[in-house]
Antibody
Framework: EVQLVESGGGLVQPGRSLRLSCTASGFTFGDYAMSWVRQAPGKGPEWVGFIRSKAFDGTAEYAASVKGRFTISRDDSKYIAYLQMNSLKSEDTAIYYC????????????????WGKGTTVTVSS | EIVLTQSPATLSLSPGERATLSCRASQSVDSYLAWYQQKPGQAPRLLIYDASNRATGIPARFSGSGSGTDFTLTISSLEPEDFAIYYCQQRSYRPHLFTFGPGTKVDIK
């Protein structure tokens, strides 16, 4: 079964750091780009960032709201993607989802076909 | 930056009725548009990709159409489990980001 499981969420004070993990199973993790999407209470999904597969140089892109504070990395040998969150703010409070990025019939990788259940991050003093 | 708008914000319908949801992009996204369904307490679920292709396991009552800037998600006959929020989504390269629309809530009339 194809599955993504997020972990590492919790309550953290403003300005502190937290690292989330996304553990994959049921597919060849290294073949896929992976994305992080968050959802604040009562709001719609907001893309946080994604990391390309090694075949596409393994680099990451970020939303403007987190650029310079968040870093995405991956360990293909362990089937894990990470989201390192530094200098956390109250507006980072959300459920954080990990998702698999894939493509349709062309080489345009843009939609997310597998999602984890999410992990909750609360930034509060 | 490409902005997605969805209408209506809320659609109040009865089971068995047809639902028509709209997503409009501020610039052409060709056919590279996806639709997701989200129920309370759950992650989004992929319904449609490339504007009109159903994802694995999605019932045939869900269909998508459109290209360029105007897209439609149609639910031909609403089942009780279809009452949820629906989001459209695209990816752009300059700037590089993935964007979700604000969503359409389909609720029971």
């Amino acid at each position: 079964e194809v599955q993504l499981v997020e972990s590492g969420g919790g309550l953290v004070q403003p300005g502190r750091s937290l690292r989330l993990s996304c553990t994959a199973s049921g597919f060849t993790f290294g073949d896929y780009a992976m994305s992080w999407v968050r959802q604040a209470p009562g709001k719609g999904p907001e893309w946080v960032g994604f990391i390309r597969s090694k075949a596409f140089d393994g680099t990451a892109e970020y939303a403007a709201s987190v650029k310079g504070r968040f870093t995405i990395s991956r360990d293909d040998s362990k089937y894990i993607a990470y989201l390192q969150m530094n200098s956390l703010k109250s507006e980072d409070t959300a459920i954080y989802y990990c998702s698999r990025v894939t493509r349709g019939s062309t080489n345009h990788y843009y939609f997310m076909d597998v999602w984890g259940k999410g992990t909750t991050v609360t930034v509060s003093s | 930056e490409i902005v997605l708008t969805q209408s209506p914000a809320t659609l109040s319908l009865s089971p068995g009725e047809r639902a028509t949801l709209s997503c409009r992009a501020s610039q052409s996204v060709d056919s590279y548009l996806a639709w997701y369904q989200q129920k309370p307490g759950q992650a989004p679920r992929l319904l449609i990709y490339d504007a009109s292709n159903r994802a694995t396991g999605i019932p045939a009552r869900f269909s998508g159409s459109g290209s360029g800037t105007d897209f439609t998600l149609t639910i031909s006959s609403l089942e009780p489990e279809d009452f949820a929020i629906y989001y459209c989504q695209q990816r752009s390269y300059r700037p590089h980001l993935f964007t979700f629309g604000p969503g359409t809530k389909v609720d029971i009339k």
